[in-house]
Every structure is written in C-alpha cells, then in structure tokens.
C-alpha cells in the first residue's frame, strides 16, 4: 500500500513538473524562433548568387517589420525598443 503511494505521488509531482514547462508566447523573440531563420531557410532552398541576396533582402524586411509590429504591442519605445527591435531581427535573420 506504501508503494503504491509512492508511486502515486511521484507521477502527480512529474504531472505538474510538466504542467509548469513554458512556450514562448507568439510575438517574442524567441517564439520568433519557431518559424527557421532566413539563413536556414535560404539554405535548405539551396539559395546562392543574386537570389540568396534577393531573398535575404526580402526577409530582413519582413523580420524588421513583424518586430517593429511586436515593439508596438508590448509598448516599447526609445532605447528598449531599439535593442528590442535589433535582437528581433538578428533572431529572425539568423547568425553568420
């Protein structure tokens, strides 16, 4: 009867460790990360030359956009907004 305690309280504590794992919410930098960065979706395009410029152009200028549209929503403005902004869009662009 112990045991079966025990095993009953441990799978209702691994429940709520579960239960308590956090998403990024939609509209942060991070849960920016769920769609893949520029880079790796030029890459997985095979992109080179003229048209991996193009792209890139294309979607820095999208990703500066949805973060600017994201800096709007959470308010931000001045210094916060700019570094808010700047993190955004290297997220969304990717690292070299």
């Known amino acids: 009867m112990k045991t079966l305690s025990a095993i009953a309280l441990l799978l209702a504590l691994a ?6 794992t956090s998403t990024p919410s ?17 890459s997985d395009k ?3 030359g003229a048209a991996l410029s193009s792209f890139m152009k294309k979607c820095e ?5 949805a973060c600017d549209a994201a800096a ?4 931000l403005s001045g210094a916060a907004k700019t570094s808010f902004t700047k993190k955004c869009v290297t997220d969304s662009v990717g690292s070299s």
């Open 15 to 20: 429940g709520a460790a579960f239960a308590q």
């Open 26 to 42: 939609p509209g942060t930098s991070s849960g920016a990360d769920t769609k893949p960065s520029c880079k790796v979706q030029a």
């Open 46 to 48: 095979k992109l080179a």
């Open 61 to 65: 200028a999208d990703a500066q956009k």
């Open 72 to 75: 709007s929503d959470k308010k």
